[in-house]
């Protein structure tokens, strides 16, 4: 569905070139639903408007649809829908009116369009707002019209560029059911743009970590957390077992360090294992066994923000808008 | 895959396809005075404040030789057929950058829809208004002793159409370049319209006018578009005509030229 080779994007503010997206190399099969991740400015916003034909490379190559995004833009524009950042309706206007009217951008005709674009309104709670004027919708209800225009044609491929950015969790989860439910429906081939890692992490099934225009990592949130990151580990024992237990758990993180604090008689011991849950319960006999039985035991799953703490040495959070 | 070179050059859309897609940006424009009709009332009403309060002035001001025999209503109304055409038209950038600042316009920019219709369906937009406008003043005129001849004053708001995607089209440029600094756009656009206005002689004749002004009025496109105005309300068709529709014409080839460069440059 998409491949690019090389594909460069430079800016240049002032006479300094700036380069926002470093030769990337992405393939996409039909039906996936990928997510490109990182901070602000890692340049995935920047590599979705070149794929979308809003963006003109720099070099490189990109094939998005089965077309060349260079050579043919108004027809990888005809087969992909695309939800910026901002809010696809104009204020002044008429819901159901520019639902239709993007329907007709894209060659429908009048009654296809009205019929599609109250099927859309309907599916996504918007039915009773058709004759609103766009200005006096709240901003959930703006998103949810976006996602309706870019669905009005029902493209194959859909393009989002950080849906959810300034929603509350009630109307992100509830935008993701319409999105997910679209793509259980049609087999849509989704790409997204997100600095949120747990949206990322619960809602794609592959992970594009781009950073400083470059991709950094590319697999399944699952894969990459198992590889990158492992499950954090901390464990309480008794002051007089601590030298024991520090033996015991060096030896079980052969990389990484170990941490501990030590306080009220009892030391906390902090650790990162790739395989941290199947690896507990050993551990437990053998400080059982040792006679250093350990007092409290938490086990927690790493996130993507951990995945991108050990691919850049900064997290996520940082980079990420308040 | 396809490995096409990056300078490869883009498809151009046919005409039909650019014609299509332009009625249906017209089309979208139009639906806000449609849903909304009482802003057509108040555009209606400009012209006519103008054409009662200025009028009367002109002629007691600047006296009947210098409007070339002709009665003052008769010389003043299609001046300000004119102005209300470069008003409008010239504001086809300013509907524009409210879109820029929300998505639309880059929601619509995503969609197939061929560039150069992005600013002909816009600018025609900012003309149809004209049309209703022109003849409602021109019948409204004729119990003060205007002469009305349908077909020319037709002819004329066509020459007007040209002459305004070519202008539509340079405004929306405008808007796209002082994009995130909006009061380039309006100090561009006024500090623009004025002179050109004064200059090609809609409000008082320019032959009552120094030699310089004369010169400079030659210079003018906006001149010979008043000229060939005022002849089609005469009823006549003549050389002025024909020099009116060059420079609709040749102000429409500028402005759509710079208009598709300043959307691609947008892109880069």
Known sequence: MIHTRKLTKNFTV??????????????????????????????????????????????????????????????????????????????????????????????????????????????????????????????????????????????????????????????????????????????????????????????????????????????????????????????????????EVRGLLARAAAEGELEEHAFDGVVRFRLRLSNGARLAPELLRRMHDAGAPAQSLELKPPTLDDVFLELTGRSLREGAEV | MANTRVEQAEQKPGLDRVLRDTWYVFWREMLLPLRDPFSLVFSLLQPLVFLGLFGPLLGSAVGAPAFGGQSTLQWFLPGVVVMIALFGTSMTGSNLQYELMTGSYERILATPLSRSSLMIGRALKEWAPLVVQGLLISVVCIPFGFVLHPLHVLFGLIILGIFGIGLGALSYSLALVSQNKEWIFWGVQQTLLFPLMILSGIMLPIEAGPEWMKVASLFNPLTYLVNAERELFAGAVGVDTLYGLLAAVVTAAVGLVVGIRAISRNTN
Not at chain 1, 149 to 161: A, E, K, T, Y
Not at chain 1, 218 to 240: F, P, Q, S
């Open chain 1, 14 to 243: 002032k006479k300094d070139t700036v380069e926002a997206v470093k030769g990337v190399d992405i393939d996409v099969a039909p039906g996936e639903l990928v997510a490109f991740l990182g901070p602000n400015g890692a340049g995935k916003s920047t590599t979705l408007r070149m794929l979308t034909t809003l963006l003109r490379p720099t070099s490189g190559s990109a094939t998005v649809a089965g077309l060349d995004v260079v050579a043919d833009p108004a027809g990888v524009r005809a087969r992909i829908g695309y939800i910026g950042q901002g809010n696809g309706g104009g204020h002044s206007y008429r819901v159901i009116d520019e639902m239709i009217m993007q329907g007709r951008f894209y060659g429908m005709n009048t009654t296809d369009a009205t019929a599609r674009a109250k099927e859309l309104l309907t599916s996504l709670d918007l039915a009773d707002l058709a004759k609103r004027t766009v200005i006096k919708l709240s901003g959930g209800q703006r998103r949810r019209m976006d996602v309706a225009l870019g669905l009005m044609h029902s493209p194959r491929l859909l393009f989002l560029d950080e849906p959810s950015t300034g929603m509350d969790p009630q109307n992100r989860a509830n935008l993701w059911e319409h999105i997910m439910r679209m793509r259980a429906e049609h087999g849509t081939t989704i790409v997204l743009t997100t600095h949120y890692m747990d949206e990322a992490d619960s809602m794609s099934e592959r992970v594009i970590v781009i950073d400083h225009g470059a991709i950094i990592a590319d697999n399944t949130a699952a894969r990459l957390k198992a590889d990158l990151a492992g499950d954090l580990l901390a464990v309480e024992v008794a002051a007089a077992s601590a030298a």
